[in-house]
């Protein structure tokens, strides 16, 4: 199976910082890996994704960094905005997904 | 284009009743998926069908059943609700083979079992 956790159940951040949100993964097989951004009472949405022959990918705003000697991804945000608060989770991929219980990013302005 | 569509979005049960909820997806996708969200937890899988005419169980399956009707929709039916099953119930395609691709999500479907 696999094990997947986020290491911040919340994290605040002020408008125009980077934010920065960690995920662990425990088994070293998941090859696909997802970031997906939730807001209340929606549906997750799809934000990157990066495969296990990489260890970063860049999106507009976004960068997905794995580290599979450590079982880690991160997921960064530049210039974090408010539209960009929301609650993040990472998947990880294994015969089928396994989700972490996501961290909620908070934007102060 | 509306991608993945769940009905009802809200839903109150009695202990003991019944429902479906319904899932169409219009992306052509051959997989789909039925996931629960609780508080804390990660999404977790109730049951999937990898294409047409498929269907296999997932981490959580006990107490629910499925149907592909076709390759558009997926249905999740709790014969007797229980109050364990109060949740955010998720239906989620993909267009890859099973568990390979992007997940499309729903907005959700509310459920409280009283």
């Known amino acids: 199976g696999e094990s997947v956790g986020l290491h911040l159940p919340t994290l605040s951040v002020q408008e125009g910082d980077n934010s920065i949100i960690n995920c662990a993964y425990s088994?070293?097989?998941?090859?696909?890996f997802i970031w997906y951004k939730q807001e209340s009472g929606k549906g997750p949405q799809f934000i990157i994704d990066i495969r296990s022959n990489m260890d970063k990918r860049q999106g507009q705003r976004v960068t997905v960094l794995l580290n599979k000697t450590v079982k880690h991804l991160s997921l960064q945000i530049a210039a974090t905005q408010p539209g960009d608060s929301a609650v993040y989770f990472c998947?990880?991929?294994?015969?089928?997904?396994?989700f972490g219980s996501g961290t909620k990013l908070n934007v102060k302005p | 284009n509306a991608g993945v569509t769940q009905t009802p979005k809200f839903q109150v049960l009695k202990t003991g009743q019944s429902m479906t909820l319904q899932c169409a997806q219009d992306?052509?996708?051959?997989?789909m998926y039925w996931y629960r969200q609780d508080p804390g937890m990660g999404l977790r899988l109730i049951y999937y069908?990898?294409?047409?005419?498929?269907?296999d169980k997932g981490e959580v399956p006990n107490g629910y059943n499925v149907s592909r009707l076709n390759k558009r929709e997926f249905s999740l039916r709790l014969e007797s609700a229980a109050p364990s099953q109060t949740s955010v119930y998720f239906c989620?395609?993909?267009?890859?083979?099973?568990?390979?691709?992007?997940?499309?999500f729903g907005e959700g479907s509310r459920l409280t079992v009283l």
């Open positions: 992306m052509n996708h051959n997989s």
């Open positions: 989620a395609s993909s267009g890859s083979g099973a568990n390979t691709g992007e997940l499309f």
């Open positions: 069908s990898a294409s047409e005419g498929t269907t």
């Open positions: 088994n070293s097989a998941s090859d696909y």
């Open positions: 998947a990880a991929n294994h015969n089928k997904f396994y």
